[in-house]
T-cell receptor, first 112, second 113 residues
């Protein structure tokens, strides 16, 4: 079945450094969604990308969808302690009724 | 608050007992999803339901687990004869349709003694 892989699994950065997490799908995606889960919290939807090569920004966060619609990235500029959490990407499978397949997430730690 | 409501937030059961987890979707949402998450791991899809229908239960164990989303009332995830390995956080999410982003509840932390 479809697989959604994220790297790295963990990332530790100094406050102020940049951070990037990458998401790769084994198949072409119709869209890619990103979620953030704070420690002890629940996943919160951040953004959805639909078009090939699409780039969207939310303040210090930049999201990209690859030209082939099989990969995506999330880049955070000048990390802050409030960025701590696990970032998940998710995409719909090409077959079956399951709406989304989630990656295992990248856990970000920010050292003040 | 019109968000996804899950209860209880924490549930403790002894081995062999039954666990019932409830989820009320966001207002206007008719699609409900259940996920399981072990500590420091990702989200594992369990089941996708619409009102009175199970759309996809490919992630649900064949035995002891069941889910429903009745015409009236919340969605229920039921675990019979719980075992230690059922200890996890169970998240419910809802959406307006199957292609829309999902909104998650706070989860139910299930602990099995």
């Amino acid at each position: 079945g479809q697989q959604v892989m994220q790297i790295p699994q963990y990332q530790h950065v100094q406050e102020g450094e940049d951070f990037t997490t990458y998401c790769n799908s084994s198949t072409t995606l119709s869209n890619i969604q990103w979620y953030k889960q704070r420690p002890g919290g629940h996943p919160v939807f951040l953004i959805q990308l639909v078009k090939s090569g699409e780039v969207k920004k939310q303040k210090r966060l930049t999201f990209q969808f690859g030209e082939a619609k099989k990969n995506s990235s999330l880049h955070i500029t000048a990390t802050q302690t409030t960025d701590v959490g696990t970032y998940f990407c998710a995409g719909p499978p090409n077959s079956g009724n399951t709406p989304l397949v989630f990656g295992k997430g990248t856990r970000l730690s920010v050292i003040a | 608050n019109a968000g996804v409501m899950q209860n209880p937030r924490h549930l403790v059961r002894r081995r062999g007992q039954e666990a019932r987890l409830r989820c009320s979707p966001m207002k206007g949402h008719s699609h409900v999803y259940w996920y399981r998450q072990l500590p420091e791991e990702g989200l594992k899809f369990m089941v996708y339901l619409q009102k009175e229908n199970i759309i996809d239960e490919s992630g649900m164990p064949k035995e002891r687990f069941s889910a429903e989303f009745p015409k009236e009332g919340p969605s229920i995830l039921r675990i019979q004869q719980v075992v230690r390995g059922d200890s996890a956080a169970y998240f419910c999410a809802s959406s307006a349709n199957g292609n829309q982003p999902q909104h998650f509840g706070d989860g139910t932390r299930l602990s099995i003694l």
